[in-house]
């Protein structure tokens, strides 16, 4: 966990009730006196970051109806360690720029809230994008951050990145399935792993559809890999989270064919898991360090 994280496991959740008050029909006792939820439960684990998000940075936030949550502990993480790469700014916010925003907003949310990044998130799900763009209603502080439709999946950066616009960061959580029948497989193993039983939502469906890219996760990065050398000089620098590590090889390799400045693995643990993500510009900065 990031140093500067506010969310530790030890949920304080007399205040996040009060933050949302819907959460404590979830409170069930936990480990040495301490209250908890039920984690296996979908909705109980919404309200909580749900909750956490109103806690913290009093963001109004609900989530798509059959729409995984997204963990803002872990999602903070990352962006808490995106924001260490960039160099001082003053004078200006910093622009960034989240690719497969999804509908829950999450990380121009954060950025938003947490570091006033100027963002812009792009998606190829027209009924996301409508859903975010509601979330940046509900949000007084968030009507500078634009939504931009990737039409062609197959695209990243394309038609996303106008001419001479500039970025100072890039955040993406990629789709790693193969294909949609993969996406629901491993949505009916999860369930059937957190319940206990073949139980599964019936209305997963839409978003799987979303958690999939033509070739997986692998396709994905390599394709981002290809584009970012070619938006290298309006970008300054990308990330990129990596779910499998076997892929962080091959990932590299597509990234050092547009010849980085610099290029690392940044790897980041909460609890007892851990994740990792690839940062990489073409820029000159201090400390450059290509391995
Ligand atoms: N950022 C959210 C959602 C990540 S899921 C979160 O962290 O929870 C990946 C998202 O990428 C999905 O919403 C999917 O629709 C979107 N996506 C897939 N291909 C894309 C592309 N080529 N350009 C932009 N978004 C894409």
């Known amino acids: 966990m990031h140093a500067n994280n506010p969310f530790d496991s030890n949920y304080k959740f007399s205040v996040l009730v009060n933050a949302v008050p819907e959460l404590g029909a979830y409170i069930i006792p936990g480990k040495f006196a301490r209250k908890s939820i039920d984690f296996s439960d979908p909705k109980a684990v919404y309200l909580l970051n749900k909750a956490l998000l109103k806690w913290r940075f009093n963001v109004n936030w609900t989530l798509k109806d059959g729409h995984l949550c997204p963990a803002v502990p872990g999602r903070f993480d990352y962006l808490l360690h995106a924001n260490d790469l960039l160099s001082k700014i003053e004078g200006r916010r910093a622009r960034m720029l989240d690719i497969g925003t999804g509908a829950s907003l999450i990380y121009p949310l954060l950025g938003t809230a947490a570091f006033n990044w100027e963002c812009v998130g792009t998606e190829v799900d027209k009924e996301s994008i409508s859903y ?11 009507l500078g ?13 394309t038609g996303i990145v106008e001419k001479k616009e500039q970025f100072d960061l890039l955040v993406c959580n990629p789709p790693f399935y193969k294909n949609k029948s993969e996406a629901l497989a491993a949505n009916a193993r999860k369930n059937k792993n957190l319940h206990g039983a073949d139980e599964t939502h019936h209305n997963f469906g839409g978003s799987a559809n979303e958690l999939w890219y033509k070739g997986g996760e692998e396709a994905f990065l390599k394709k981002l890999a290809l584009e970012s050398a070619e938006f290298g000089a309006q970008i300054q620098w990308f990330t990129c989270l990596v779910s499998k590590k076997d892929h962080i090889r091959t990932f590299k390799r597509f990234i050092r064919k547009g010849n980085p400045t610099d290029l690392k693995v940044i790897e980041m643990t909460h609890g007892n898991k851990s994740s990792q993500f690839v940062a990489w510009t073409f820029q000159n900065h201090d400390n450059e360090s290509v391995k």
Do not use: D, H, W, Y
Request: charged content about 30%; proline content about 0%.
């Open 132 to 142: 975010a763009k509601g979330l940046i209603r509900m949000n007084a502080s968030m």
């Open 145 to 157: 951050t634009k939504i931009r439709r990737q039409e062609f999946k197959s695209n990243i950066l």
